[in-house]
């Protein structure tokens, strides 16, 4: 059976290295969010973009521009075709940054997040989770995005956002603590991930 699965976690919680090495390891299709399509690489660059302010609505709405043209394009063709697939981050992100980060009203959000997202829900969504404090001193800080600049606040907001979505719905969620090394965070991902089917 095709499995989804989505990595999920604040800036600098080493979700896109664990996200890449299981999608190799268990030859399921490995892609991304904002941006991986040739219409996502155009929307990720302005949703991105620190100089070009917008609302947060507006942003929400880009990257569920993104989200919706990504799962028709790619998620679902991929699990259709029998393949498995490995998000670095998926809707939980827009719940996250834009609902609990931005104040985006969470039941609207909700309900244009399933209209985006249809049926194609993630099997299990992990959370990589990590205190602010670690985050900062891992993230590199040369090149500043719209959300890398934002203030710690704002971080706080989105990490206790990610906490609270997984305490919600346990089973659909497995939270990981990622300040522990990058070799014990595999192995804890590789244990509950070993529990899906990926036959
Ligand atoms: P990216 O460079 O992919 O960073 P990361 O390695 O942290 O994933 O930038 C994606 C940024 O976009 C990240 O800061 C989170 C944000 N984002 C949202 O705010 N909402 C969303 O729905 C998604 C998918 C991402």
């Given amino acids: 059976m095709s499995v989804f699965v989505a990595f999920e976690g604040g800036d600098g919680c080493g979700k896109s290295t664990q996200a890449r090495r299981v999608a190799s390891a268990r030859d399921a299709l490995f892609t991304f969010e904002p941006g991986d399509s040739l219409m996502g690489a155009d929307l990720r660059r302005w949703v991105l973009d620190a100089a070009t302010p917008m609302s947060p609505v507006t942003e929400a709405l880009l990257m569920l521009t993104d989200r919706s043209h990504h799962v028709r394009t790619l998620i679902e063709p991929a699990l259709e075709a029998g393949r498995s697939v490995v998000s670095d981050r998926f809707a939980a992100s827009s719940l996250a940054y834009q ?33 602010l ?20 606040a704002f971080h706080e907001r989105v990490r206790h956002g990610y906490l609270a979505m997984a305490a919600a719905e346990p089973s659909r969620w497995f939270v990981v603590d990622a300040s522990l090394d990058v070799e014990q965070v595999a192995r804890l991902v590789d244990e509950r991930l070993d529990e899906l089917d990926w036959s």
């Fill in 133 to 152: 404090e670690v985050a900062v001193e891992r993230r590199a800080l040369d090149h500043r995005d719209r959300f890398e600049s934002a203030d710690a």
């Fill in 99 to 131: 609902g609990y980060g931005r104040g985006v009203d969470l039941e609207e959000l909700r309900a244009a997040t399933d209209l985006a997202v249809g049926t194609c829900w993630p099997d299990l969504t992990v959370l990589l989770d990590i205190s």
